[in-house]
């Protein structure tokens, strides 16, 4: 049956199976493999707009993996999984700055560079760079905070706190830069616009900023760590662009305390010394009543290396389908927990993590609203080679 609509005094005929095709089109090509996607966009305007609309990327992006994929930096001879191993598969990335600082979400990578802020996402193929505020100087208590710096510390370009993540209500992704010696800054970046927008700093201290940590990303706001006076986290909302401060058990501060995305929520985690030689995770159960709850506490006295009395640190990647963690040390050793047996596997003994790896297929679009292949594409046997001429990162290649 067609039913009419009335447009500017013209009928037009509307036929229900259009919507019922195009669900039923989206369904086949939520279940093709990347490759084929990205050839399906050329065989019509329809296609094409289906494969770039943000509803088919949200759908593609919370389809469950058959397996377990991790993004690692590539080195020497690699291999696509682990023998013995069904849950995970490596995926190499090859690119000059890839031992850079990064910060990650959802499967897109952010390296920032003095002047510029690169993004790539592996799973699209494209790299953008984005101009930003010159790097103030960095004063002398910034260069001794590193000179003291624990290796597992990751100090970005100009010394300033940044975050990487989601506005969960309009789908955007933004970059957040704050400096706080020898000024005062905060800016945010939107990746869909390419436009900065400065943002009033947080309410003093503002020093007491943990610039050497990482941040993470969780359920549309970015978080912090602060030290020194307070022992909190500092939160963005990315969509009202607001600050709060989230209270931690003071308890769970140290040295090697770490925060991170895992399971959706706000987690952190710290590594205890000998004797004990444990990682404990505390999980935010109830954001708005701040209500932390330890998820995990794991037994590493297997698996350290060196003396009972030097530090060592164990950062989790993510837990898998069947309940396990991933997690790799200073030592470039990624492991396996089994949260059932209470056992800890060792996976490989040379590789550097990178992050989580998601399959992807947001454009990063230009200047121009469009998104055109940033990369000159070539196929060889190593895997996915790509070049970006002026982006700071002259060759990327992602092995599968």
Same mark, same amino acid.
């Given at each position: ?231 909190? &986290?500092?939160?963005? %909302?990315?969509? +009202?662009? *607001?600050?709060?401060?989230? !209270? ?5 501060? @140290? =040295? ?77 050793? &990624?492991?396996?927990? %089994?949260?059932? +047996?209470? *056992?800890?596997?060792?996976? !490989? ?5 990178? @992050? =989580? ?44």
């Amino acid at each position: 049956m067609q039913t009419r609509e009335i447009m500017g005094g013209k009928e037009k005929n509307l036929n229900p199976m259009d919507y019922l095709v195009t669900d039923l089109l989206e369904e086949i090509l939520l279940g093709l493999p990347l490759k084929s996607v990205f050839r399906f966009k050329t065989v019509s305007k329809q296609w094409r707009s289906i494969l770039e609309s943000r509803r088919f990327v949200d759908m593609r992006l919370k389809k469950v993996q058959k397996k377990l994929k991790i993004l690692a930096v590539g080195e020497g001879q690699t291999k696509s999984g682990f023998e013995g191993d069904e849950e995970i598969e490596m995926i190499y990335l090859h690119c000059d700055d890839a031992t850079e600082p990064s910060l990650t979400f959802d499967g897109l990578v952010c390296i920032p560079k003095p002047g510029w802020i690169n993004v790539l996402n592996p799973s699209t193929r494209q790299l953008r760079r984005f101009p930003c505020s010159p790097d103030h100087p960095v004063s002398p208590f910034c260069l001794n905070r590193q000179l003291r710096a624990w290796p597992y510390l990751t100090f970005f370009p100009g010394n300033w706190a940044m975050g990487f993540g989601r506005d969960k209500v309009n789908g955007c992704y933004k970059v957040v830069r704050m400096c706080f010696d020898p000024v005062e800054e905060c800016e945010v970046l939107d990746l869909e616009t390419g436009e900065w927008r400065k943002l009033i700093p947080p309410g003093p201290p503002f020093h007491d900023m943990d610039v050497g940590r990482k941040s993470a990303c969780v359920n549309g706001s970015i978080y912090w760590l602060k030290l020194l006076w307070d022992f909190k &986290l500092l939160a963005l %909302n990315l969509h +009202t662009l *607001e600050f709060r401060n989230v !209270s931690v058990p003071h308890k769970w501060f @140290s =040295l090697d305390t770490q925060i991170m995305n895992l399971e959706d929520r706000l987690a952190i985690a710290k590594t205890k010394g000998g004797p004990e030689w444990e990682l404990e995770i505390l999980s935010l159960m109830d954001s708005e009543e701040e209500l932390w709850s330890k998820t995990y506490s794991i037994t590493l006295a297997s698996i350290i290396i060196g003396l009972p009395w030097e530090h060592s640190w164990f950062t989790v990647v993510t837990v898998s389908k069947l309940g396990n963690l991933v997690l790799y040390d200073k030592h470039k050793r &990624l492991f396996k927990y %089994n949260t059932k +047996t209470n *056992e800890i596997c060792c996976l !490989s003994s040379n590789i550097s993590v990178i @992050s =989580l790896c998601l399959e992807n297929l947001a454009p990063l679009r230009s200047d121009s609203g469009h998104h055109p292949d940033d990369y000159k594409i070539r196929i060889s046997s190593c895997g996915l080679c790509l070049k970006h001429p002026e982006a700071g990162i002259s060759t990327v290649a992602v092995d599968r």
